[in-house]
């Protein structure tokens, strides 16, 4: 069984991200353990574009002070790598296309295998254009995650009988970032899915309270929260372990509760 | 799988799940126009009585006469209503969004020649119009910022990323992810996601027809070459297309060197760039090892775009068009020159066309015949070119 569907055994899951490199890649991996120790049940970490388009301003900000602090790909699978000799929680890359690609889709992904990651979510990396990674995925034992969308409608059946590891269901048109309040039916989305599928749903897009993360909770398998910690990262920068772990904490609990 | 949008490995539609139904929106709107004889005619009309088609195809006489070789003929793209070639494209894009009944359309700029034109055809159509453009540019190119906005359009400084085109390129990517039902994106090169480098290059590729019937009138044959500038590549994609089945033609495509191609600081995809996926497509862009997207450089903030579209990747692949490229100060001389030789000064983007027929020309007998593709007018640059010679003017 792939480490990814244990994430979803321990009640509703709590799915933080962060970017790789920000404010340092020691920091990362730091924040990694205080995530795990404080109820996270997979981590996304996200390899640094320079041009995220999916990204809303606090996510775009962490990408431009990684790259800035020098951080690279290779950093980011050597730390993983650290990571892994010491825990089991599954872990996921989310980064661009180009990234991968230009590594090269084969080598990108035997590397992820080696250094002990589970899964990649490429946000613009549509399903229709996904199989020409798809085969060296699943060659390497990497769960492509899929994300479907509030514009999804009939692509949903597609989509989600295609999907490995978990569904990511995009709460909000436009880009990440935190947002008051969530209007899109994600019921409705995730009821659509749950006919075609009984993939794990996890609701990622503008979540960020403990209040937002109950609400999420209780129509799926598990809330992803990225731009709410990240904006906790660059305020406190290397003393954001405490902080961070609180956090997370609290919105395991809100998912949970 | 369907593979959409594809020319050769190059192309396809590499965006969030967000944003893949309305490109099939877009497309399938875009085939019912292609097909309604009444969104052409209405095209047209504007064309002729709006933008002033067709343009001219002018014998370069005195130019010819100093390079003393091939005969050169300019295509004056530059005489089109918003002074560039960039009108064609909107006229179509923007006469599409109504059809489809959008009632705002986004657009990003670099030079502002764009952003110009989509504010234009917008007023023209009774649409909302946003522009998005990189801040460094609103700085360098305020006059055109206040153009748009004379022109009812608002424009959004980008200060996000490297605060140029490509930057606002994301930006409006990302607004129109959150804002889609009311909303087209009017991009302004043949790149970006499928549709986009097919509708674009369909709405441009009237140059090289017009090219085309008016060399036949005046020459009786084809050209020998047909040379345009390059950034994403519409003008030249639009030069090009009617002639890529004509063996015989020569097409080049000139791309901005910035302070050389063998230095930090260009523009040159072709010559440097290596293949990736960005801006919904996936062509060559100038990058490093990790993919990570280039800052690039030229003195043409039109042509300052680390890609190249994916319809020109698969030409310069395939070996149909050649593409050189032109130095800043290559660029420089060709706009002064063009200006004293044949009193047209035009865009700095185009003079690296000029350039390239001033070297190509001299090289080929007299019988032989070079089309050079004007793409807009200079007006614009006239004062960073005065600042490029030491010459302080405020504009």
Redesign the interface.
């Known amino acids: 069984m792939s480490r990814i569907k244990k994430a979803f055994e321990n009640g509703k899951a709590f799915i933080p991200f962060l970017t790789g490199g920000d404010p340092d890649i020691g920091i990362t991996e730091k924040l990694i353990f205080e995530m795990e120790a404080n109820g996270a049940d997979l981590i996304e970490i996200g390899v640094p574009?320079?041009?995220p388009?999916?990204e809303?301003?606090v996510i775009?900000a962490a990408d431009?002070r990684a790259?800035s602090g020098g951080v690279?790909?290779?950093d980011l699978f050597a730390m993983v790598k650290r990571v892994r000799e010491k825990t089991q929680i599954p872990l996921v890359f989310m980064t661009y296309?180009?990234?991968?690609?230009?590594?090269g889709n084969e080598k990108f992904l035997a590397n992820c295998k080696d250094c002990g990651i589970d899964g990649i979510i490429i946000?613009?990396?549509?399903?229709?254009?996904s199989?020409e990674i798809r085969g060296t995925c699943k060659e390497y034992g990497i769960d492509l995650i899929n994300?479907?969308?509030?514009?999804?409608?009939e692509?949903i059946e597609r989509?989600a009988k295609s999907a490995e590891g978990f569904l990511y269901c995009?709460s909000s048109?436009?880009?990440t970032g935190v947002r008051e309040t969530i209007t899109t039916n994600v019921t409705a989305m995730i009821e659509k899915v749950r006919s075609y599928s009984d993939i794990p749903c996890a609701i990622g897009f503008g979540i960020s309270n403990p209040k937002q993360a109950k609400e999420m909770a209780a129509v799926s398998d598990g809330v992803i929260v990225g731009s709410a910690i990240v904006r906790i990262i660059a305020e406190h920068g290397k003393e954001s372990a405490g902080p961070v772990g609180e956090y997370v904490k609290s919105m395991k609990e809100a998912a949970n509760s | 799988m369907e593979k959409k949008g594809r020319f050769g490995q190059f192309g396809g539609q590499y965006v969030p799940e967000t944003l893949m139904p309305v490109l099939k929106e877009v497309e399938e709107a875009y085939l019912a126009a292609q097909k309604d004889p009444e969104f052409q005619a209405e095209l047209n009309r504007l064309y002729s009585e709006y933008a002033d088609r067709p343009s001219r195809l002018y014998y370069a006489e005195k130019m010819t006469m100093d390079l003393g070789g091939a005969k050169i003929y300019l295509k004056r793209e530059d005489l089109n209503h918003t002074g560039s070639h960039k009108i064609n494209n909107v006229l179509g894009q923007v006469l599409l969004a109504k059809k489809m009944g959008k009632t705002r359309v986004i657009a990003e700029t670099g030079a502002g020649q764009h952003g110009v034109a989509t504010a234009t055809a917008a007023a023209l159509m009774g649409l909302e119009c946003e522009i998005f453009m990189g801040k460094i540019d609103t700085d360098r190119q305020a006059l055109n910022v206040y153009r748009m906005e004379l022109l009812g359009a608002k424009v959004h400084a980008v200060t996000s990323g490297t605060q140029v085109l490509k930057d606002a390129v994301n930006e409006a990517m990302r607004e129109w992810a959150g804002r889609m039902d009311d909303t087209l994106y009017v991009l302004g090169s043949v790149m970006g996601p499928h549709p986009f480098p097919t509708i674009v290059r369909d709405f441009q590729k009237i140059i090289g027809k017009e090219i085309k019937e008016q060399l036949k009138e005046k020459e009786g044959r084809l050209p020998d070459a047909v040379i345009a500038c390059v950034g994403g590549g519409s003008n030249a994609m639009g030069s090009f297309y009617e002639f890529v089945g004509d063996k015989e033609v020569q097409l080049i495509g000139c791309e901005a060197a910035g302070e050389g191609a063998d230095t930090p600081r260009n523009a040159a995809t072709i010559a440097n760039g290596r293949l990736g996926v960005f801006h919904g497509m996936k062509s060559l862009f100038c990058q490093n090892k990790y993919g990570q997207i280039d800052e690039v450089y030229s003195i043409s903030a039109g042509l300052d775009y680390p890609g190249i579209g994916p319809e020109h990747a698969m030409l310069h692949d395939t070996g149909r068009a050649q593409y050189v490229p032109i130095t800043d100060v290559e660029a420089v001389e060709a706009f002064e020159y063009l200006s004293r030789t044949e009193g047209i000064i035009p865009a700095v983007e185009s003079a690296h066309a000029i350039a390239y027929a001033r070297k190509l020309a001299p090289t080929m007998g007299k019988d032989k015949i070079i089309v050079v593709t004007v793409s807009g007018r200079g007006d614009k640059d006239v004062a960073a070119i005065a600042r490029y010679r030491g010459v302080q003017i405020y504009e």
């Open positions: 574009f320079s041009d388009i999916a809303g301003v775009q431009e790259l690279t790909t290779d296309y180009n990234p991968v690609f230009s590594y946000p613009d990396l549509p399903f229709e254009e199989d994300m479907i969308a509030p514009t999804s409608e692509r989509i995009v048109l436009g880009v």
